[in-house]
């Protein structure tokens, strides 16, 4: 799928941290914020990396992981347009919680903390958007736990493919990832969710074309997934 804000003369559209905004204020965190560029497997920053910036979507997805010590890697989200990415670290002045890496060719704008918080002081009703997007993390957060205790593996795959799938209406939904990094997002060995997706697949519900999956039927995989 290809993911990006909708064309339009303002690069924040869409973006709801900076949705109550008025114009000109947009139009400076604009002037302000860097155009940034990332190839599909860039890393956009690791985990302990200065917590410098926060990170607008404008086209393409970032996946957001943690890496254990021996190397795995469990990927805690998927962020696309018109998302942001970083905010956490904006606010306690830390280091970043987690890595990021650009699993399709992306771009972004990059904001810095320090132009960041002096828009927080002068529109203090930023920080309500903000403290949304830090609460939604935190449910998406607690979701997944919940997953990993309620669901078996195959209806954690069948779950992450309905998130990816987005609210796409389409009769067939391409998704950019390959098996690895589906099963560093449903948390199972790739075997295992080779195993899941090959059933999938006999039934119907989607098909792999090379390092893409095309689903086929949504409502099968919620169903799958214990999804209304």
Do not use: C
Not at 49 to 77: C, N, Y
Not at 120 to 134: E, G, Q, T, W, Y
Request: aromatic share 4%.
């Amino acid at each position: 799928m290809d993911h990006r804000l909708p064309d339009s003369g303002d690069a924040l559209t869409g973006v709801e941290m900076f949705a109550g905004l008025e114009p000109d204020v947009r139009q400076r965190v604009i002037a302000t914020a860097v155009p940034r560029h990332y190839r599909k497997g860039q890393i956009l920053f690791v985990e302990h990396d200065p917590g410098d910036s926060l990170i607008i979507m404008k086209r393409g997805a970032v996946a957001v992981f943690r890496t254990a010590p021996t190397g795995e890697r469990a990927v805690l989200t998927v962020v696309r347009p018109p998302d942001v990415l970083g905010e956490v670290s904006l606010l306690d002045a830390s280091t970043r919680s987690a890595s990021a890496e650009a699993i399709e060719d992306s771009q972004a704008l990059s904001l810095s903390r320090a132009a960041f918080m002096d828009l927080v002081h002068s529109n203090p009703r930023i920080l309500d958007a903000v403290m949304r997007s830090v609460g939604g993390l935190i449910r998406r957060l607690t979701e997944q736990n919940a997953d990993h205790v309620f669901l078996d593996l195959p209806g954690r795959v069948a779950k992450t493919l309905v998130r990816l799938s987005g609210e796409s209406q389409a009769p067939m939904i391409t998704i950019e990832l390959n098996q690895s990094q589906l099963a560093e997002m449903a948390g199972g060995s790739r075997q295992s969710v080779n195993q899941a997706i090959g059933s999938f697949a006999n039934r119907g519900w989607l098909r792999t074309e090379g390092r893409r999956i095309v689903v086929t039927d949504v409502q099968a995989l919620k169903r799958r997934a214990g999804m209304s």
